[in-house]
């Protein structure tokens, strides 16, 4: 980034913050846009495009230039190999020049807890993604004590345990109608008609979104979290910021549709309702970034990480029928499974941490302000860890050690609805499917944040009666 | 050989007889009792050993430490005697010791 850059980006930030409560929070996603698009113009800066090369061996290259950001590394299965490279040899890596600057990777299981475990030297702020988001829209995921706190514990109330089994029935309900809708005669898109739209369900059951065009939300978070720029997806800005937009709009509209029925003596048990009863948060509209940033970190972070699981899923027991015979005969072993599941896949690579400080951590010296990446991905197959860790095995003793949701106090608000969401699929699954086979290999999502399946063509074979 | 009572929130009531020097948490998971899954190893790092200490074993238990208190606060569940588990080691001198556990772990 050259300095005339740095400098519009701080302004663009600064009057960001000071429109924040006066300008409607459409009119502020547009002209962030317009001045990226101008920036674009004037060439001072370019879109980032990346294109799919054969990823060489972790062992032809370098040591110093083993480079674990590229959007490539999942869908070409290097990702075991790189990971596997650094764990023994550099668990602490400098990468000194990628497309998203210089950066620190963590890949071992202990090391890596330890930074999530240290928010005063390793900061999330201002954002939680290797690179750069084209609007900063303010997330509790990515702000430190104690301002996530308050706002954290303003909105959890949603994905409590005590609101979950409210919701369970109603979860149960939809997955059970996507399941008897699918074609039993043909082969069909398993993360389409079911990983996709079971997800969209739930978040609209969540959000109290209207049922109807609930499909909007997993589109409006594939194209959020999707830029080059974040994590080198293939949404283009332009197509970000509409999305933004779309989602701003929407959301606006039912947030005063929500307190007029509020107003009527309506209740519910959905994030809007809990926000605006809550002390801390209810005049949250006033402060359109940070409304639209805790509504975004909830459809992004309940979008792909379910959606991936429940396709990693199906994937998994594909690979491994004796597995799949295991749970049909035991299907007790059904939460565990889902633990080793989300182990497994791992649908969330990493968290990045900035140091706010110099620190000596792991032998190396990381130098204030540095990006410190903590890959969930690598810890996850620490063989310091888990035993034979690149196996899946339903009942591995430790499997609920896994890293997917992070550790401290930024861990998952969602972990007990996502473990609820896979439990209730596989429940359903078992009571219909003898099995679900798995034709040809599945497409995989190009990023290096999301891991993750963009199609799995699937047969289901029906129970004998 | 010590006795720990752990009082699920429906109140049921699990009794445990152990001679090992461990942390709660261990002692917990090691007798399978329902409702606290330690899924960080016991590094205070997930919150999900949650326990209630009863009055009379507050004191000699002791208060939670700085990181503890940042995960249990984000538990609608904490009370002023809250600990993590994890962070509780249990010594003979602690026979007789009686936690609640709440109604929902993190
Ligand atoms: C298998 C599914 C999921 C995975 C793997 C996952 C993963 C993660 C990870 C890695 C973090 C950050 C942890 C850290 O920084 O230490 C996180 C935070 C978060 N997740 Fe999830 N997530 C999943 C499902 C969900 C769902 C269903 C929701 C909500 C509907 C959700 C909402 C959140 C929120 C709000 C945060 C921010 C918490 C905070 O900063 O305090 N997640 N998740
Ligand atoms: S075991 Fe994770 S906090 Fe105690």
Redesign the pocket.
Known sequence: MNTTDGVLDRAKMTAQRKVQSTIPVQQQVRAAHLMDRAKRRLGMSEQLVFSETPIPDAADVPLTELDVSNPFLFRQGKWHSYFRRLRDEAPVHYLADSPFGPFWSITRYEDIRAV?LDPDVFS?EPR?ILGHAPINVEM??AMDPPK?DVQ?KAVQGV?APRNLKEMESLIRERVQEVLDGLPTDRPFDWVERVSKEITARM?AT?LDFPYEERHKLPYWSDAISGTAEATGGTTDQDLFYTAIGDLARSFMALWHDKAARRERGETGFDLITLMQSSEDIKDLIHRPLEFLGNLT??IV??ND??RN?MSGSVLALHQNPDQLEKLKANPSLIPNMVSET?RWQ???AY?RRVAKQDVHFGGQFIRKGDKVVMW?ASGNRDERQFEDPDAFVIDRPNARNHM????????????R??EM?LRILWEEILARFDRIEVIGEPTYVQSNFVKGYESMTVQVTPKAQ | MATVTFVEHDGTVHQVDHDEDGSLMEIATNHAVPGIEGDCGGEAACGTCHVIVTDEWAGTVGPRTGREQQMLEMSPECEANSRLACQVAVSSAMDGLKVRLPEFQM
């Open positions: 999530d999330a939680i509790f995921i996530h954290r994905v978040l969540l970190l909830l972070g309940g990480t379910t699981s989300i791992t649908p969330l968290m969930y997917s949701f992070g550790f401290g106090v930024h861990r998952c608000m969602g972990n609805l996502a969401q």
